[in-house]
């Protein structure tokens, strides 16, 4: 059972342009959400975070919108640079069987054309 | 850098075997995480200690265990290997406890052959 789906798995973006990652998910308990970014051999880094009570979230050329009646997030980038390359996971967090877990989507590897 | 370390950065070992996988948390977090993240696949959450005791439990199976020392660093062993054991495995730490923003460490490449 995917709670977390990232549909596409790539993405390729001419630099300078908009980047838009998409994830969708299916649990309404969800309460924070995440979005990772991992380069190869290296663990995935934070990148940012909304909470559910929000409906954006910005910081610097990166930003999170939340529409909670469609579950859908997106992970905006302006302008995109050839170092936003690497993969990025969603991640939505919320109680599951009791605790608090975070649930990761597959990925989707984002691929900056100069 | 994000202060979580974990060793061997690699292994490579055989079906039927033991091994243990160790995790070191950022100074000052109490919560470790363990993931496991196959071919193409997300991060699949597999259980979290909390302050030396476990805290939640995911997709973890038998042959895997998992403890936490008083010094907080965690130790993750699979046993009986079988070749879709195959995969990365990331530890992550945080402070609270709470599941949000995770700090994680570069992963163990584990090759079962």
């Known amino acids: 059972d995917q709670q977390v789906k990232q549909n596409s798995p790539s993405l390729s973006v001419q630099e300078g342009r908009i980047s838009i990652l998409n994830c969708d998910y299916t649990n309404s308990m969800f309460d924070y959400f995440l979005w990772y970014k991992k380069y190869p051999a290296e663990g995935p880094t934070f990148l940012i975070s909304i909470s559910s009570i929000k409906d954006k979230n910005e910081d610097g050329r990166f930003t999170v919108f939340l529409n909670k009646s469609a579950k859908h997030l997106s992970l905006h980038i302006v302008p995109s640079q050839p170092g936003d390359s690497a993969v990025y996971f969603c991640?939505?967090?919320?109680?599951?069987?009791?605790?608090?877990?975070?649930?990761f989507g597959q990925g989707t590897r984002l691929t900056i054309n100069p | 850098d994000s202060g979580v370390t974990q060793t061997p950065k690699h292994l490579i070992t055989a079906t039927g075997q033991r091994v243990t996988l160790r995790c070191s948390p950022r100074?000052?977090?109490?919560?470790v995480y363990w993931y496991q993240q196959s071919l193409d696949q997300g991060l699949q959450f597999l259980i979290q200690?909390?302050?030396?005791?476990?805290?939640a439990k995911g997709n973890i199976l038998e042959r895997f265990s998992a403890q936490q020392f008083p010094d907080l660093h965690s130790e993750l062993n699979l046993s009986s290997l079988e070749l879709g054991d195959s995969a990365l495995y990331f530890c992550?730490?945080?402070?609270?406890?709470?599941?949000?923003?995770?700090?994680f460490g570069p992963g163990t490449r584990l090759t079962v052959t």
């Open positions: 991640a939505a967090s919320g109680k599951i069987q009791g605790a608090q877990k975070l649930v």
């Open positions: 200690y909390y302050n030396g005791e476990e805290r």
């Open positions: 100074s000052g977090d109490l919560s």
């Open positions: 992550a730490s945080n402070r609270q406890g709470a599941s949000y923003e995770q700090y």
